[in-house]
């Protein structure tokens, strides 16, 4: 079935000759996750780059936040004189733009110069663990559950005010109540409606346990266009909320004081139209199969080992406190929140919550990651620990998460699965990445450091 807002190239000549579309944006997203691409002419887009595709700065792929280009990289340089990428557009993600005024958008591969898939963009990460599932004779199924937390005020007075008191959009904790979710639904009513129109399906959206912070869930899909959708949802919230003088962000941990925000990942095999998660046998009062149990060990075996896909800036690191709704040691439960990996489901609705990820992470790395570790779980036939049973945040003797990016990154680095898993050159580049985070940090002074020190020590 065609979701409503996607579109077949047909379909838009059709729209561009009446002049119902006029602008396409073509687009990939950085280490970060944000979107980066070109906005293209219609009539351009449909005679020539929807085949040919068209071309971007490599230095992309090197940036810090602030879209300076940062030295140490293999891929580009300026010694390399940084060239292009060529961005193959990926028509099957082709989709209305609703939320912008004639606009559609399409997600590009990014190619080098011999044309293959590049192998440290974060979408051909992703598809290289999709073509090793693939191998095995497996597709993945997955949904990414994002939270975030919604302001008042617009995005350029938060910065003028250095971020500092902004006024959520609500006062008490909202988690489920109809009475503060309705204050919103300006909002979050019209992201359901242009999500809807734009071939991101909807499932429900909510109030969460923090002041202003909401969840709005969409429907699960093959793993790639999971992460396809979740990116689009992404910058569907942020340019509305833009538009309507709001802001939203979606930080890990935006105030000490306030819960987190997570990006709970979803995960189950299929082979020949059937869950193969699904089974006979017991395992922790869950009727499972062998694969289960393997892609469940794997999984939580090399979790430390990838964390900065789940986790890549120091912020998300700050989300992990005991008590909080997010986990802070690994250990797997039916239905308990409070681990780390969460069973949920039954039969064919079998599948494994992972509730680490942070809403800062890039939906293509985290999902590569999921499936590196639980494929390698299934080649090794890795079994999982016994579930957990009661409060996982008191269970002291349980191996914790990694506490700091630093130390998530050394891992990382150090790590065989890693390299075997994802190739030695990205791991390489993706280590500098999180390692120029980490010291771009550690060299800041912050707000805290002058409150506390700057008269009193």
Same mark, same amino acid.
């Given at each position: 079935?065609?979701?409503?807002?996607?579109?077949?190239?047909?379909?838009?000549?059709?729209?561009?000759?009446?002049?119902?579309?006029?602008?396409?944006?073509?687009?990939?997203?950085?280490?970060?996750?944000?979107?980066?691409?070109? +906005?293209?002419?219609?009539?351009?887009?449909?005679?020539?780059?929807?085949?040919?595709?068209?071309?971007?700065?490599?230095?992309?792929? $090197?940036?810090?936040?602030?879209?300076?280009?940062?030295?140490?990289?293999?891929?580009?340089?300026?010694?390399?004189?940084?060239?292009?990428?060529?961005?193959?557009?990926? =028509?099957?993600?082709?989709?209305?733009?609703? !939320?912008?005024?004639?606009?559609?958008?399409?997600?590009?591969?990014?190619?080098?110069?011999?044309?293959?898939?590049?192998?440290?963009?974060?979408?051909?990460?992703?598809?290289?663990?999709?073509?090793?599932?693939?191998?095995?004779?497996? $597709?993945?199924?997955?949904?990414?559950?994002?939270?975030?937390?919604?302001?008042?005020?617009?995005?350029?007075?938060?910065?003028?005010?250095?971020?500092?008191?902004?006024?959520?959009?609500?006062?008490?904790? %909202?988690?489920?109540?109809? =009475?503060?979710?309705?204050?919103?639904?300006?909002?979050?009513?019209?992201?359901?409606?242009?999500?809807?129109?734009?071939?991101?399906?909807?499932?429900?959206?909510?109030?969460?346990?923090?002041?202003?912070?909401?969840?709005?869930?969409?429907?699960?899909?093959?793993?790639?266009?999971?992460?396809?959708?979740?990116?689009?949802?992404?910058?569907?919230?942020?340019?509305?909320?833009?538009?309507?003088?709001?802001?939203?962000?979606?930080?890990?941990?935006?105030?000490?004081?306030?819960?987190?925000?997570?990006?709970?990942?979803?995960?189950?095999?299929?082979?020949?139209?059937?869950?193969?998660?699904?089974?006979?046998?017991? #395992?922790?009062?869950?009727?499972?199969?062998?694969?289960?149990?393997?892609? =469940?060990?794997?999984?939580?075996?090399?979790?430390? %080992?990838?964390?900065?896909?789940?986790?890549?800036?120091?912020?998300?690191?700050? +989300?992990?406190?005991?008590?909080?709704?997010?986990?802070?040691?690994?250990? !797997?439960?039916?239905?308990?929140?409070?681990?780390? #990996?969460?069973?949920?489901?039954?039969?064919?609705?079998?599948?494994?919550?992972?509730?680490?990820?942070?809403?800062?992470?890039?939906?293509?790395?985290?999902?590569?990651?999921?499936?590196?570790?639980?494929?390698?779980?299934?080649?090794?036939?890795?079994?999982?620990?016994?579930? #957990?049973?009661?409060?996982?945040?008191?269970?002291?003797? =349980?191996?914790?998460?990694?506490?700091?990016?630093?130390?998530?990154?050394?891992?990382?680095?150090?790590?065989?699965?890693?390299?075997?898993?994802?190739?030695?050159?990205?791991?390489?580049?993706?280590?500098?990445?999180?390692?120029?985070?980490?010291?771009?940090?550690?060299?800041?002074?912050?707000?805290?450091? +002058?409150?506390?020190?700057?008269?009193?020590?």
């Amino acid at each position: 079935m065609t979701l409503k807002g996607m579109l077949s190239m047909e379909e838009l000549y059709t729209m561009v000759a009446v002049e119902e579309i006029e602008t396409i944006i073509v687009a990939f997203t950085d280490h970060y996750g944000r979107l980066v691409g070109k +906005r293209v002419a219609a009539d351009f887009f449909v005679e020539k780059i929807a085949e040919e595709g068209t071309h971007a700065c490599n230095y992309l792929l $090197t940036t810090d936040m602030e879209m300076e280009p940062m030295p140490g990289y293999a891929s580009a340089n300026w010694q390399k004189g940084y060239g292009d990428f060529h961005l193959v557009p990926d =028509l099957k993600s082709l989709r209305i733009a609703d !939320w912008l005024d004639k606009t559609a958008i399409v997600l590009a591969d990014v190619h080098n110069d011999e044309h293959q898939l590049e192998s440290i963009a974060p979408r051909s990460i992703l598809q290289n663990q999709m073509q090793q599932l693939q191998t095995l004779g497996y $597709t993945a199924a997955g949904a990414s559950e994002l939270e975030y937390y919604l302001f008042e005020n617009s995005y350029r007075q938060a910065h003028e005010q250095h971020y500092q008191d902004l006024k959520a959009v609500g006062w008490y904790l %909202e988690d489920y109540h109809i =009475l503060q979710g309705s204050r919103t639904e300006n909002f979050h009513g019209r992201v359901r409606r242009h999500l809807q129109r734009s071939g991101v399906p909807v499932e429900t959206s909510k109030g969460e346990w923090g002041l202003g912070q909401h969840e709005l869930n969409i429907r699960y899909a093959e793993v790639l266009e999971m992460a396809d959708r979740h990116v689009v949802y992404k910058q569907c919230l942020k340019e509305v909320a833009d538009s309507m003088s709001y802001a939203v962000t979606f930080m890990a941990k935006y105030a000490e004081d306030q819960a987190g925000s997570s990006c709970h990942i979803h995960l189950s095999l299929w082979k020949d139209g059937k869950n193969a998660f699904a089974g006979k046998e017991s #395992f922790g009062g869950v009727a499972c199969s062998p694969i289960f149990r393997w892609f =469940l060990g794997g999984w939580m075996k090399y979790t430390p %080992e990838v964390m900065p896909f789940f986790a890549p800036t120091v912020n998300s690191y700050k +989300r992990y406190q005991d008590a909080s709704w997010a986990p802070t040691r690994l250990a !797997w439960s039916y239905d308990n929140r409070t681990a780390g #990996f969460r069973v949920v489901g039954k039969g064919e609705s079998l599948r494994i919550e992972c509730r680490i990820p942070g809403a800062d992470c890039n939906p293509y790395l985290a999902f590569a990651a999921s499936l590196a570790a639980g494929l390698q779980g299934i080649k090794d036939q890795t079994a999982p620990p016994e579930a #957990f049973s009661g409060d996982v945040y008191a269970a002291k003797e =349980l191996e914790m998460v990694p506490t700091s990016l630093a130390d998530a990154t050394a891992l990382f680095s150090q790590s065989s699965f890693a390299k075997n898993a994802f190739g030695e050159d990205v791991v390489a580049h993706y280590t500098h990445f999180f390692q120029t985070e980490s010291r771009a940090y550690e060299k800041s002074v912050t707000d805290w450091e +002058r409150r506390r020190y700057f008269e009193r020590i």
